[in-house]
């Protein structure tokens, strides 16, 4: 049997308008909602901030939710399965807004529940549109493909939000509800439409892999172990997890940063967060260019972009901290410019690099692979946001100056970053065994190449 066909530019832009309709209800999820229980309700700023902490831990499940369509052989079911599983957990988010007015207990307890539905749909969805990109999207281009399905995705949370905040005015927990729903099955009948025919309606694990299908069935268990014993795959692990630790920790002190140190006000600092957002475009896009090709040449491999990324990065930030001790005088906006570029081009070339190493080792694994990453990802993405709040409280009551405290938060990240791009750099150091089938192996993990 011949593998799937890989995706033209017409296939991968379908594939980003999947991405959009996630970020779509995510995004209603985490801010839109977050908003309305610290404002409206006058709840405890900790609440929506566990809701969005739990949605990320519940991500550790992505393994798991990728080695169910390795099993199954096809990726749009669960990518489609996923979207309608995340759009039933934004309903019930709202729905559980509805109640906390009157019944909190009641109100927070459905929240919990919706915010695990939003995490697992968050999981299944976004690791198989990973791995469908990995398996069918020509190598030369995979940078854009990841650069065009990420701008996508920001382009559904522009959107969305844009659209929603018209439309919620004036604010009713029915309001919220109706519009909830309405964005989960537009994004449902999106996601339904721009998957069809993308896979064979009948595909067999030998079409996605090009092996021999494996004798009985592989305990998931086995089959983690399996991967982790991989050296590639398990380098790349503790990479995504510490690259993105550095990404995220800057989330939440960058606009107080501005504000306590350079006297930005509230819309100011709003602005310069959209500088940094614009800086990343830019950043996706160079990537994209210089992945696919200027004049029939290629720019730098993956690997490459990566390691610059994250060194870029860590050159920013370390302009960050020489900020915070010299002052007002500091070209702020540029470097936070600078800041988003490098990250940008980061970002883009670590998925490329993690579609390229999807399909490296043991076959019939990629699923488990790109959940693992995937879990990483999210734990550390969950972690940063925290890791970097905290660590700036701590710097100010142990130093008493904000600039100082800030400079030395933001040099440690940039310490982070440094170290990520090390990491970067060994990718390559120990090939991965491509194993041409797990029948003879199946439940004996491999050794250990590292």
Request: contains cysteine; proline residues 5%.
């Amino acid at each position: 049997m011949t593998p799937p066909a890989m995706l033209g530019w017409f296939g991968i832009v379908r594939l980003g308008f999947v991405q959009a309709a996630l970020g779509a209800i995510v995004v209603i999820a985490t801010s839109t909602m977050n908003r309305v229980m610290v404002v409206e309700l006058a709840l405890p700023a900790m609440l929506p901030g566990a809701l969005v902490a739990l949605h990320y831990a519940v991500q550790i499940l992505r393994p798991r939710l990728g080695f169910g369509s390795d099993e199954g052989g096809r990726r749009t079911p669960w990518i489609v399965g996923g979207i309608a599983v995340l759009g039933l957990g934004g309903v019930l988010a709202a729905a559980g807004i509805g109640l906390m007015a009157g019944q909190p207990a009641a109100g927070i307890a459905l929240a919990v529940l919706a915010f695990v539905l939003i995490g697992i749909g968050v999981g299944a969805a976004g690791t198989s549109l990973l791995v469908l990109l990995a398996k069918q999207v020509d190598p030369g281009r995979r940078a854009a493909a990841a650069t065009i399905v990420w701008m996508m995705m920001i382009v559904g949370f522009v959107a969305t939000t844009v659209v929603v905040g018209k439309l919620l005015d004036p604010y009713t927990p029915q309001r919220l509800l109706a519009i909830t729903a309405a964005v989960a099955a537009a994004a449902l009948a999106i996601s339904l439409i721009a998957t069809l025919g993308l896979e064979p309606a009948k595909l067999e694990p030998t079409q996605l892999t090009g092996a021999e299908p494996p004798a009985g069935r592989t305990p998931f268990a086995t089959a983690l172990r399996e991967v982790w014993a991989e050296s590639r795959a398990r380098r790349f692990t503790i990479f995504v997890f510490v690259s993105m630790l550095a990404y995220s920790a800057q989330d939440l002190i960058l606009e107080p940063f501005a504000g306590s140190v350079f006297g930005y006000t509230p819309g100011a600092s709003t602005q310069l967060a959209g500088v940094q957002h614009g800086g990343v475009l830019v950043g996706m896009i160079l990537v994209a260019l210089a992945g696919t090709g200027w004049r029939g040449r290629r720019i730098g491999s993956l690997q490459q972009w990566t390691v610059g990324g994250c060194v870029a990065s860590c050159l920013a930030l370390a302009a960050l901290a020489c900020g915070g001790l010299v002052g007002a005088s500091w070209p702020l906006r540029d470097n936070v410019f600078a800041l988003g570029v490098a990250n940008g081009a980061f970002a883009v070339s670590a998925i490329g690099s993690m579609m390229s190493h999807a399909s490296e080792g043991r076959s019939g694994r990629e699923g488990v692979r790109m959940g693992l990453w995937g879990a990483a990802q999210a734990i550390a993405f969950g972690a940063g946001g925290f890791a970097g709040a905290a660590a700036s409280d701590l710097a100010r009551a142990a130093i008493g100056t904000d600039g100082p405290a800030y400079a030395l938060v933001f040099a440690a990240e940039a310490l982070m970053f440094l170290a990520a791009a090390r990491l970067a750099t060994r990718l390559t150091a120990a090939p991965a065994v491509r194993h041409p089938s797990t029948a003879s192996t199946a439940g004996a993990p491999l050794a250990s190449q590292a």
